[in-house]
């Protein structure tokens, strides 16, 4: 894995930095998260460690070329707001919540996908009917207005899955 970070063959997540607990100082993160784009990383042969650059980039690894260099994902609420601070242009994309047909859509495939799964696994039991997942999360209003959220329809259907299996 050093490698391939030193090669810029990696794909660095950052998730969740409004969910970095208060006693820890998020100023020293973000300085963190801003020496990092900066300088990059090296490998430091001595001491058998990866180190940052001593040669500072003036943009994040590689931006020139979007094919090549390690790739950031740095994700927050947008109440958190914590990419104020960060020194690189970084895009800024908000996950919308789904229409009713996406809904309907996602639970689908998703239960689709897990009656592929059992098939392949062999762990068949009774084939789950397909609408079903939706049918449940819209009879609840409570759930419904949780779905919507694309993570949070993801970590549904999980646990769902889960009781129903």
């Known amino acids: 894995m050093k490698q391939s970070l030193v090669e810029g063959n990696i794909l660095v997540i950052f998730e969740g930095l409004d969910e970095v607990p208060v006693h820890v100082d998020r100023s020293d993160l973000i ?58 242009f970084i895009p800024r994309l908000t996950i919308k919540d789904m229409s009713n047909d996406a809904l309907r859509l996602f639970c689908s495939s998703y239960m689709k996908c897990i009656n592929e799964i059992s098939v392949k696994t062999r762990r068949v039991g009774k084939e789950s009917n397909i609408a079903q997942l939706y049918d449940e999360i819209t009879q609840n209003k409570d759930i419904f207005h949780l779905a919507i959220n694309p993570q949070l329809a993801s970590g549904i259907a999980a646990v769902y899955n889960q009781y129903e299996g």
């Open 31 to 88: 300085k963190e998260i801003n020496t990092l784009l900066e300088r990059g990383i090296d490998y430091d042969v001595m001491h058998d460690k990866l180190t940052y650059s001593i040669y500072e980039q003036k943009e994040i690894h590689n931006t020139r070329d979007p094919t090549i260099g390690n790739r950031f994902i740095i994700t927050s609420r947008i109440e958190g707001n914590y990419f104020e601070d960060i020194k690189f």
